[in-house]
């Protein structure tokens, strides 16, 4: 079965150890969408151990804290679906109120024409975000 989380890292890698990487997306309208990816190939939380789910939830806190401060966003959505990819990995992304979804999830159809959010050098003000993050 081909993966696409583990063909490739699928967008910029901001942190990677041996067990999860830390990517942002190039989701248009979505600046500052991240995925933290488990690289085993693994469905669900509760088919990793104990130290390795803990290892994983630490990094999905503090992606969404790094998000949090370099986007300045209205709410933050984690999501692990994988529905279409069945492999594990969790969303960070950050919304606002004047995004083309919101309050809708932004699988859902877009309700406005989004407001851009991009920053310049976002994928170095993100690293440095995590590398801050206790």
């Given at each position: 079965?081909?993966?696409?989380?583990?063909?490739?890292?699928?967008?910029?890698?901001?942190?990677?150890?041996?067990?999860?990487?830390?990517?942002?997306?190039?989701?248009?309208?979505?600046p500052g969408f991240?995925r933290v990816i488990?690289?085993?190939?693994?469905?669900?939380?509760?088919?990793?151990?104990?130290?390795?789910?803990?290892?994983?939830?630490?990094?999905?806190?503090?992606?969404?804290?790094?998000?949090?401060?370099?986007?300045?966003?209205?709410?933050?959505?984690?999501?692990?679906?994988?529905?279409?990819?069945?492999?594990?990995?969790?969303?960070?992304?950050?919304?606002?109120?004047?995004?083309?979804?919101?309050?809708?999830?932004?699988?859902?159809?877009?309700?406005?024409?989004?407001?851009?959010?991009?920053?310049?050098?976002?994928?170095?003000?993100?690293?440095?975000?995590?590398?801050?993050?206790?």
């Amino acid at each position: 079965m081909y993966c696409e989380l583990c063909s490739s890292p699928a967008g910029n890698i901001l942190f990677e150890d041996d067990r999860l990487r830390v990517v942002l997306v190039d989701e248009p309208g979505y600046p500052g969408f991240c995925r933290v990816i488990w690289k085993a190939h693994v469905k669900e939380m509760s088919d990793l151990a104990a130290a390795d789910r803990q290892h994983l939830f630490d990094w999905l806190l503090r992606t969404e804290v790094a998000v949090r401060q370099v986007m300045k966003p209205d709410k933050i959505n984690l999501a692990s679906l994988g529905n279409m990819v069945p492999h594990l990995h969790w969303h960070v992304i950050p919304r606002f109120q004047n995004d083309a979804h919101f309050p809708s999830p932004i699988w859902a159809g877009a309700r406005r024409s989004g407001a851009d959010h991009g920053q310049p050098d976002l994928a170095h003000k993100l690293i440095a975000a995590l590398n801050a993050v206790p």
